[in-house]
């Protein structure tokens, strides 16, 4: 099973949680929607990135997906000229759509990326891979049915990367790991079926807020939805449950950010909704609605 689906499994989960509020999410992702069949980022422009989310938000809560789609990712070809993400994100929205109809040369497109030394960059040539990257460009060609490259060389340019604090930074000798990088070298690693690295459950624990939710650093003065909903699915796949009294921490936290709009804002200090973060609140009430 690809990661976009055991991610999907749990994000399926979470009409149980909202119940009736389910139907607003449907309208609200719906609403985003342009005419051409892209979905909108946050200037109203049709994005890839953001397709992707809106996407997987209606595929979450189990509402058909916009017929006009596929024809709007006919008109970025095998991603030839689009940036590294963007090109990943192709990957995956024609993995959600159609999967049969993603351009054969994808996949070189995305090993186009690859870094000195085996693991994957943001920018072609680059000398050392991050784990953000890999985690992308693993997930893309998991979902188009793609060779990956051996691990032994995705695992080392991920490790190269772990922080003396005991995370993971988004490059060599940091000092300090974020939460989302963390995660991203959590997720390369059960991809490839390797055991955790000693000691990252417990710095993603840390990582959480006395409020509820997790912060994206040791630093940051509170907590985010991205690095919630990633933080809860990535000590998941550690094995690792939150004890009740977080569970109810977090969903109080989770409620704080709900909009009778049908969304997510994605932090206390946000004013802004989209489809992004609406897909993280579906993730993390997902993982919350699991027994402990």
């Known amino acids: 099973m690809t990661f976009r689906r055991e991610m999907l499994q749990v994000a399926r989960l979470a009409p149980k949680m909202l119940g009736d509020s389910a139907n607003l999410v449907g309208d609200f992702v719906r609403s985003q929607w342009n005419a051409d069949g892209g979905v909108r980022d946050r200037a109203g422009v049709s994005d890839l990135y953001y397709a992707v989310f809106g996407l997987e938000c209606l595929q979450a809560i189990q509402q058909p997906l916009p017929a006009a789609t596929a024809s709007w990712l006919r008109t970025f070809g095998d991603g030839a000229g689009l940036d590294f993400v963007h090109r990943c994100c192709l990957a995956r929205a024609w993995a959600i759509v159609d999967r049969a109809s993603a351009p054969a040369t994808l996949a070189d497109g995305v090993h186009a990326f690859r ?4 693991g994957f960059a943001q920018r072609p040539g680059e000398t050392t891979g991050n784990a953000y990257a890999a985690y ?9 049915a793609a060779n990956l490259p051996p691990a032994v060389e995705v695992l080392a340019s991920v490790e190269a990367c772990r922080s003396r604090d005991g995370g993971y930074a988004n490059h060599p000798g940091g000092a300090l790991g974020t939460t989302p990088t963390t995660v991203a070298a959590v997720f390369v690693r059960h991809v490839y079926e390797a055991k955790p690295a000693a000691g990252v459950a417990d710095w993603l624990d840390a990582q959480r807020h006395p409020h509820g939710g997790f912060s994206a650093n040791p630093q940051a003065p509170m907590p985010d939805l991205l690095s919630t909903a990633t933080a ?20 109080d936290y989770i409620d704080t950010l709900w909009t009778n709009a ?31």
């Not at 870094?115 to 085996?118: H, M, N």
């Not at 804002?265 to 009430?285: F, M, N």
């Open 115 to 118: 870094s000195t030394d085996g």
């Open 262 to 292: 049908g969304a997510f804002h994605g932090h206390w200090a946000e004013d802004v909704i989209d489809v992004e973060y609406t897909y993280y609140g579906l993730l993390a009430l997902g993982h919350l609605s699991l027994p402990t």
């Open 232 to 251: 809860l699915h990535a000590l998941a796949c550690m094995g690792r449950s939150p004890t009740a009294e977080q569970v109810d921490r977090d969903l």
């Open 136 to 144: 992308l460009a693993l997930g893309a060609l998991q979902d188009i």
